[in-house]
């Protein structure tokens, strides 16, 4: 890929990303609710589970962060 084709790729999609926006600005709070519940239901059935502020590989991503954050200075 040459410049110009990276340029033309991101414009395309941040051209879908303002349609996508506006769909779900036009969206009923209602379809939006059921879509968010439909997707919570999904994650219970699939035992995923969202990660706590002591789960110890978040504690570890967090550290790394800060190690990354500290080079940069």
């Known amino acids: ?3 110009e084709d990276v340029r033309l790729f991101i414009e395309r999609w941040k051209a879908v990303e303002e349609i996508e926006t506006e ?3 036009r969206m009923h709070s209602d379809v939006r609710l059921r879509q ?3 997707a919570m239901r999904l994650g219970t059935v699939l035992n995923l589970r969202s990660r ?3 789960d110890p590989e978040t504690l570890e991503v967090r550290r790394r962060w800060e ?3 500290g080079a940069r200075t």
Request: glycine content about 6%; hydrophobic content about 35%; proline content about 0%.
């Open 1 to 3: 890929m040459n410049r």
């Open 23 to 25: 769909e779900l600005r």
């Open 36 to 38: 968010t519940a439909a």
């Open 52 to 54: 706590g502020e002591d």
């Open 67 to 69: 190690k990354l954050k």
